[in-house]
């Protein structure tokens, strides 16, 4: 029995959703990496190549890389580093860095929101085990920034969702996400437990700032030293984020995290256009998307996958772990959650249908890496 | 140390092994020897062991240990017949006598009359500890098992983070509050398969703290090693190469625990617990100095910038002096909330259970802030499966840090911040390695970095 509220919610969703023909698409490129031994800049060179190349896109520009380090880097799955496991590893950090000196990017800027920690990022890498002096070596002008708060700000910047907006109006981010010429989301290959996978799209609802979207938020302005995640606002809508921040829209309608978590992502990447996605999965785990969800498993899938359109690249890689990524709700997957990608699919940002995507390199017949099986 | 016996291990087998051939008491290497019969000792062979806790004791026994320069200690426990057992024991001449449990004050006066000039060591409770500071060696059978606390599953989750069994507190906070030699005597648990893994932590947990594990196999294990099964000893040549690595390094025993944060802790309280304030602190890799109320004396705090005084109504009016001083010079004092006093642990037990965790809880959620992600003398990374120990030498020239990983897996890629203008660093491991580390510099200090931790290693720095 759906409440007064939840039908409110729907309905406000629904119009988008019928606009999902018009989304745009683009070509999406796969090539297969074994291992990290591997020469993983040369296999990420071929896999922009395969793209056009990455001049036209970041020459002379200021290039902001969203990567994912999810939880907080202690917690690991059979004492495997975490790079094995659910982070981007550093390798395909350092490659892609190297490609976009290349390119002529003019400044190169990690971020991610370290968690539950507002500390440089670097301590989060180097509590990884990664060579961060490396990585800063792999291209001129390479820097990183925890966007869990303020970082080397001053202020937030707030992004608006175009049109209607699923959960909240606009989000207030790390100023990193809009300080930029060119955003990138470089993200594992996973399956998630909220959200059935977390690829380019998912990997973005690690951009709001646990300093205005995590459980001890300030009530009327960020936290600049959060030490939580953001399930009461987030994944459960218990509380509203700062009140410094646009509220909830809806709020009290949907407490589902299989709900609120992929329409949060949706708006997410509505309203901080993703120009390059990259969805590593050279290793991984399947099952969820880190060591604290139970029963996860090391998987070995062996890609690389890039495409100048999240949503593209996205379905190309939800088929890649063999899943149907136009599946509803209820099929794997989706089982307990909405579709991402077909959320996003409604905001227009870009289109899930293999038909229409023009998949370079490898097929997805050849890279398919059953995650269920 | 077994050093200094094996020269005149000849001589002694041809005099009966007169007293003056054994090592003293202070470099006793201790194990709870399982077996009785002579042969036995072979498994010792040019190993760091060279103190046998044994019991029941033999004449046969005792005789061919000190033929082989090694001291016997002959167990008793209160269920014996106390005094007659001693008298035995002394009568096979044992070297000592090993009192394990606890034993009225007046019983243990008879026996030390007893022994004569035979040394005793008391294996009793912590709490009972501090009352015999004259013994040649501190010890006790209360000990955790070192190792990986096993992860809730109800509240995994991305923030859970590991928690490590852990002596180190104790034995940190006893020997700063004595310099006494301190034994470790507690045994493996029970019903459980101990890994190898689990024994080199055992004795790595007491060796960084500057402490021993009194070594103690599992009935498997020694049933294992009696039949000398090659994977059994195998792993007993790993124990006693990781147990040789700190009886090769005397010199970090003399050494001081340094960090720029102090915490002052009664060691008859708060001290003698596992899971404590000061192995809370050392999860965090944050160096901190264990000093106890009798010591705050002026120049006790030298070099500290932080301090945490735990229980501030206990201190004498000198000892609060010494601490305004401090604050006075400069220094950042936390000290308990209002009414808070230190209780130690409950009447025989070692550590906490879950209303004396939040009680500890009040003070701690300032200690974790005050610390915050500070540089105190040295920041860890990629280490939350380890402990460390950061100790400076007298004159300041050199320091140790000592990491012990409690993971079934060793840990790559470590990263060391440290202040202080060190110019060298150099990396230890048991099995000998001595390999230079590249040393970097980084926002406040020097940095290096340790490509893989079995389950100890050591980074020495020189100036």
Redesign the interface.
Known sequence: MMTRREWIAAISAAPLLRGATAAPVAPVSITKCASYDEDVTAKLGLLFDQLGGLGGLVSGKTVTIKINM???????L????PALTHYVHPKVIGGVAYHLGKAGAKRIRFVESA??SA?PLE?TM??????V?SLQSAATGVEFENTNALGKSKTYARLTVPGQAYMYPAYDLNRAFEDTDVFISLAKLKNHATCGVTLSLKNCFGSLPASIYGDNAGVDGPNENPT??RDRVGHRGLRQPSKSAPQELHFGANHDPGYRVPHIVADVVAARPIHLAIVEGIESMAGGE?P?I?GVRTVKPGVLVAGLNPVCTDAVCTAVMGYNPRAERGTAPFQTCDNTLLLAEGHGVGAADLGRIDVRGVPIAEALYRYDS | MRGDRCPRVLVCLALAAPAWCLPKPADWVPARWPWADAASLDLIGGGPINCLLVRPATAEFAAAAANGGLATLAVVVPTDDVLATVRGDLAAKVTGIALEGSFPAETIAAVRRAAGDAPVIELGPRSGMLAYLGAPILATDQGVWPGMAEMDRARAGPSGSAWIDTNTGFIRGMRAATGAPLWIANQPPTKTVVSAARYLEAIADAGMSGARWAIALDEDFAARLAKRDPKAMADWGRMMTMASYFERHPEWRAMQEYGKLALVQDPAKGGLLSGGILDMIAVKHAPVRPIAPADLKPGALKDASLAVNLDAGALTPEEQAVLRDFTRSGGTLLTGPPGWTDEGPAAGKITLDRPELERLNDIWREVNSMVGRRNLGVRLFNAASMLSNFLVSGDGRTAVLHLVNYSDFPVDNVSVQFLGNYKRAILLTPDGVEKPLQLYQTEDGWGADIDKVTVAASVRLEQ
């Open positions: 999810t939880g907080a880097p202690s917690i690991r059979q004492g495997l580093a968690w539950a500390g301590d180097l509590d990884s085990g990664w060579n002096r939580a995640g880190g604290w139970q």
